[in-house]
């Protein structure tokens, strides 16, 4: 297969449908000494095999991008995290960022509603609207929403264990706004497997949490077929303390649990896993996080190509949207963190992120202000706009450290998911604490390397100085749970409670059977059962899921 010739027929379209392609921004890419800059650019010798192993932007195995014109075509989607307090002071914030010229919409729960409580409940006490907004029935999810047309927004939502009852709130107000669920765009990570591993908001067990995941997969396949049904995370395994190999290969392993559950199901391959996509960590190990990006793509079209014979070639592209370290944020000195953050997004975009959520300064004290949200967001468009990454594609391609990270990544990841299959797989394998007394091993060598000074950590084992905590830290007030409290009161005593009744108990009927569950999710939702009502449905039928300590 020679190189030169399959550029050609890559740089003429030959290729047609099977490469995925924008087209190019309106404008002329050029350096500053007024050199064109060229799409792509390849190795001046013939190796057989190149094309095998690196691709071309667009073609499989896809380790050097999902579409063949990546951001010369457009830019990342720059999508915020945000969401906080009440639905009406989210909304707020939603408005201000989509004003700053953030391109779509990043949901935080706060962790009663990733668990699936109600604001009155008694384990949600302290808890309400502290590190994302509190969502408790349809009428919460309508403020937050409110004026903020859903059809022409795309909007990713960080919610694993009650996803379907919040994808099916989402498709609930659209439909209000007059927007039928196939015209939505948009995410809900839907990852339990990461939540037993590394995060811990599930709330039922393993095996009717994966029924739950497949059940949205098939409804979304029908009905919702725009929306990524599952983000499949590295992201907090990361954040638990894995390495670069480690958080490659785990989130794949729960890529394969999840292919493999959706199969069993009666799925086809090509049917559900052109809508799957992944969510990675971005650290300040620049180049290493460059070939961890492509290297992950390289392995995951291989696994779908070769494991589960996928036909179609949007199964084979592994599409992912970043976010930067919230590990490496530090209390001390925290303007230093805006530098951090730079660094991890130029790792982002050069690795080729679909979407991208840069943390702000001041994390590791509290919820981010609006000032440092802006510098954020800044952040990223500077990237964007004036760094010139983004006018030529996989621009450190051909680097031999590059390369040679990438091929590394992949071999040590491959081998780690060997291990996984070994012992039955990921559910297995996490049942058995293998992936997470990993994570415990990595985590440790790590947090021991600082504290003897091998790791240097600017600001906090070096170059430290006497300061004053920041003054202007966002603080959420305990009033917001009675308001919650308060809303939740009005909604019960202003619906339908018969019409409620009867749809939970619909819901409980399906969950003992075989029946897909999101129908009748959805039904409950629009008369306005609460979060709370239609998990402890479930419950009753899944059981709660208990961690068990593995010596």
Request: one cysteine or more; a negative charge.
């Amino acid at each position: 297969m020679s190189i030169s010739s399959e550029f050609a027929k890559w740089k003429e379209g030959a290729y047609g449908k099977t490469v995925a392609k924008f087209p190019e921004r309106k404008q002329v890419f050029k350096t500053s000494f007024n050199e064109v800059v060229e799409p792509v650019y390849v190795p001046g010798f013939e190796d057989p095999q190149y094309l095998e192993t690196r691709g071309l932007p667009g073609l499989y195995p896809f380790t050097r991008g999902v579409q063949s014109t990546m951001y010369r075509g457009k830019f990342w989607t720059m999508r915020q995290y945000a969401g906080f307090g009440t639905a009406e002071e989210s909304n707020k914030r939603y408005k201000y960022l989509l004003g700053a010229g953030q391109t779509g919409l990043s949901v935080a729960f706060d962790l009663p509603t990733q668990i699936g409580y109600d604001s009155d409940h008694p384990m949600s006490d302290g808890e309400v609207g502290k590190v994302g907004v509190a969502i408790d029935s349809l009428k919460d999810m309508e403020i937050l929403f409110d004026g903020i047309p859903l059809g022409d927004v795309s909007t990713s939502m960080t919610i694993n264990s009650t996803a379907g009852v919040l994808l099916a709130m989402y498709i609930a107000v659209a439909e209000k706004q007059g927007f039928t669920a196939d015209k939505l765009n948009g995410t809900i990570q839907n990852d339990i497997l990461k939540e037993y591993i590394a995060r811990g908001t599930y709330r039922f067990p393993p095996k009717p949490s994966m029924r739950l995941i497949t059940d949205i997969f098939e409804f979304c396949a029908s009905h919702v077929p725009k929306w990524n049904t599952i983000s499949i995370s590295g992201y907090h395994i990361r954040e638990a303390g894995s390495n670069a190999v480690q958080e490659v290969a785990f989130t794949l392993a729960d890529g394969i649990a999840y292919a493999d559950a959706a199969i069993k199901a009666g799925m086809d391959i090509d049917v559900f896993a052109p809508r799957l996509s992944f969510f990675f960590n971005a650290h300040n190990n620049l180049l290493e996080e460059v070939a961890k990006f492509r290297a992950a793509r390289r392995l995951w079209a291989e696994i779908m190509k070769n494991r589960f014979n996928s036909k179609d070639v949007k199964s084979q592209m592994l599409r992912f949207h970043t976010q930067t370290a919230g590990c490496t944020l530090t209390a001390q000195q925290p303007d230093n963190n805006i530098v951090r953050v730079a660094i991890q997004t130029l790792a982002a975009t050069l690795g080729g992120t679909q979407s991208l959520h840069t943390n702000s300064r001041d994390e590791a004290l509290a919820l981010p202000t609006e000032d440092s949200v802006r510098i954020a967001l800044r952040t990223q468009q500077i990237v964007a706009y004036e760094s010139g990454i983004a006018d030529t594609i996989d621009p450190l391609a051909g680097s031999y450290y590059v390369e040679a990270l990438t091929d590394s990544i992949y071999a040590k990841a491959k081998k780690y998911i060997e291990r996984i299959d070994e012992l039955g797989g990921m559910v297995e394998a996490i049942e058995k604490g293998f992936v997470q007394q990993e994570i415990q091993d990595s985590a440790y060598t790590y947090q021991i390397e600082v504290e003897k000074g091998e790791q240097i950590v600017v600001g906090v084992n070096k170059f430290q100085v006497k300061e004053l905590p920041p003054s202007n830290l966002l603080k959420v007030d305990r009033a917001i749970q009675v308001s919650q409290i308060a809303k939740i009161k009005d909604v019960k005593s202003s619906r339908d409670n018969d019409a409620v009744v009867k749809k939970l108990a619909e819901i409980k009927t399906a969950a003992q059977g075989t029946e897909n569950l999101m129908p009748k999710i959805l039904e409950a939702v629009k008369v306005y059962a609460t979060l709370g009502e239609i998990t402890g449905t479930l419950q009753e039928v899944f059981g709660e899921h208990k961690e068990s300590v593995v010596l």
